[in-house]
């Protein structure tokens, strides 16, 4: 008989952690039962059950967001994803978190290159457990390094227009240009519209770094700076647990974290408007996978290469061998999640000189090869 599972979450907003379920579940066989749990209270669990009699479930919780007892699914093994281990409650359960202190150690790395005058961080508006822990990670992060970091916090029970007014008012009284780590991609989306109605600018006065990288858009539409999250592994290592639990063994709790920032125009530069600069980094996005170099990309300005690397580097907070690889990495993740085009020749669409070279980075970078990071990311 088919095992049947039953993935209660989101299931529209975070189709990501479904996919990576689904993929596991297609290596064994299972059935995969998507219920979304928008609107619906815990009470409703023992019925879904009844109904649907599953042989696992996993519980998409947001964050903790949604986090229902383990009692309310009797018998049936259950493994919690994206729900954080110091969540009350969380010890006695099998659950795959994601790695918030690396989250946060990531934004702040990439906002304090850039070597703002002030740092800055916004909790979204529904006012989290898992919101309020990044935000007081990220001022703990800064403070460490006698740095000043002010949080726009959110408040219980608050109407959103009140929150959006106090999140305008906010950023207009930071001393700029001011680095500035929103929670989420979501609550990112507020601060650039509040960016835009407060008249300030972004990167000149807010460089802005957002977390989880759902948004599918290409750079041009999509501005935002954003810490990746492996959301995708992290499904298929809760369908990956449920097995387990399934078959009665003991397994140990799983941790996802970040894999990369994907660079866009919210952190494109220290504040400075330097023409030639923006020029280079267009340059890089265009040739990078065509073999670009970085004494390839010197050539075509005036100057010395080391008075361009110096510039490069004063005007983005990073090398241009940084920037170059960063755009060929993020070509690579496209094919291997994209296409079907062989783990050995991906390196020649990316401007590598051979596939060892990528693959290094790979396991430098990710700790994993090319080929397993297809197989837990590769789209249906």
Same mark, same amino acid.
């Given at each position: 008989?088919?095992?049947?599972v039953?993935?209660?979450?989101?299931?529209?907003?975070?189709?990501?952690?479904?996919? =990576?379920?689904r993929?596991?579940a297609?290596?064994?066989?299972?059935?995969?039962?998507p219920?979304?749990?928008?609107?619906?209270?815990?009470? &409703?669990?023992?019925?879904?059950?009844?109904?649907?009699?599953?042989?696992?479930?996993?519980?998409?919780?947001?964050?903790?967001?949604?986090?229902?007892?383990?009692?309310?699914?009797? $018998?049936v093994?259950? /493994?919690?994803?994206?729900?954080?281990?110091r969540?009350?409650?969380?010890?006695?359960?099998?659950?795959?978190?994601?790695?918030?202190?690396?989250?946060?150690?990531?934004?702040? $790395?990439?906002?304090?290159?850039?070597?703002?005058?002030?740092?800055?961080?916004? &909790? @979204?508006? !529904?006012?989290?457990?898992?919101?309020?822990?990044?935000?007081? @990670?990220?001022?703990?992060?800064?403070?460490?390094?006698?740095l000043?970091?002010?949080?726009?916090?959110?408040?219980?029970?608050?109407?959103?227009?009140?929150?959006?007014?106090?999140?305008?008012?906010?950023?207009?009284? #930071?001393?700029?240009?001011?680095?500035?780590f929103?929670?989420? !991609?979501?609550?990112?989306?507020? /601060?650039?519209? @509040?960016?835009?109605? @407060?008249?300030?600018?972004i990167?000149?006065d807010?460089?802005?770094?957002?977390?989880?990288?759902?948004?599918?858009?290409?750079?041009? &539409?999509?501005?935002?700076?954003?810490?990746?999250?492996?959301?995708?592994? +992290?499904g298929?290592? +809760?369908?990956?647990?449920?097995?387990?639990?399934?078959?009665?063994?003991?397994?140990?709790? +799983?941790? /996802?974290?970040?894999?990369?920032? /994907?660079?866009?125009?919210? $952190?494109?530069?220290r504040?400075?408007?330097?023409?030639?600069?923006?020029?280079?980094?267009?340059?890089?996005?265009?040739?990078?996978?065509? =073999?670009?170099t970085?004494?390839d990309?010197?050539?075509?300005?005036? =100057?010395?290469?080391?008075?361009?690397?110096?510039?490069f580097?004063?005007?983005? =907070?990073?090398?241009v061998?940084?920037?170059?690889?960063?755009? #060929?990495?993020?070509?690579?993740?496209?094919?291997? +999640?994209?296409?079907?085009?062989?783990?050995?020749?991906v390196?020649?669409?990316?401007?590598f000189g051979?596939?060892?070279?990528?693959?290094?980075?790979?396991?430098?970078?990710?700790?994993?090869?090319?080929?397993?990071?297809?197989? #837990?990311?590769?789209?249906?």
């Amino acid at each position: 008989m088919t095992p049947r599972v039953l993935y209660l979450g989101a299931v529209d907003g975070w189709k990501p952690k479904l996919a =990576g379920v689904r993929r596991y579940a297609t290596r064994r066989g299972w059935e995969v039962l998507p219920v979304s749990t928008v609107g619906m209270p815990y009470a &409703e669990i023992p019925a879904v059950l009844e109904r649907m009699r599953p042989d696992g479930c996993i519980v998409g919780c947001n964050g903790g967001n949604y986090f229902p007892g383990k009692r309310l699914f009797g $018998t049936v093994p259950v /493994v919690y994803l994206d729900l954080p281990a110091r969540t009350p409650g969380a010890s006695s359960c099998r659950i795959v978190s994601c790695d918030d202190d690396a989250v946060v150690r990531t934004a702040f $790395t990439e906002l304090k290159i850039w070597h703002p005058e002030s740092f800055g961080v916004v &909790e @979204a508006p !529904d006012n989290s457990p898992w919101s309020r822990f990044r935000a007081r @990670a990220f001022r703990a992060a800064a403070r460490s390094r006698g740095l000043p970091c002010a949080v726009f916090a959110a408040r219980r029970g608050e109407a959103f227009d009140a929150y959006f007014a106090r999140l305008r008012a906010w950023l207009s009284s #930071r001393r700029r240009p001011c680095g500035t780590f929103a929670v989420n !991609d979501e609550t990112a989306a507020f /601060v650039i519209r @509040a960016c835009r109605e @407060a008249r300030l600018h972004i990167p000149k006065d807010i460089a802005l770094v957002g977390a989880d990288d759902t948004d599918t858009r290409d750079h041009d &539409e999509n501005p935002l700076s954003s810490v990746r999250i492996d959301f995708v592994h +992290a499904g298929f290592l +809760a369908a990956k647990m449920l097995e387990s639990a399934m078959a009665g063994r003991s397994t140990d709790n +799983a941790v /996802v974290g970040p894999s990369m920032v /994907v660079r866009r125009k919210s $952190t494109s530069g220290r504040g400075r408007h330097v023409p030639c600069m923006e020029e280079a980094v267009a340059v890089i996005r265009r040739e990078a996978c065509d =073999g670009l170099t970085a004494r390839d990309l010197a050539a075509r300005f005036p =100057g010395t290469r080391r008075l361009f690397d110096m510039r490069f580097h004063e005007a983005t =907070g990073h090398s241009v061998l940084d920037e170059i690889l960063h755009v #060929r990495l993020e070509k690579a993740f496209e094919l291997l +999640a994209s296409t079907d085009i062989p783990v050995g020749l991906v390196a020649d669409f990316c401007g590598f000189g051979c596939y060892r070279a990528l693959d290094r980075l790979f396991r430098t970078r990710l700790g994993i090869s090319m080929s397993e990071w297809r197989r #837990r990311n590769a789209r249906s």
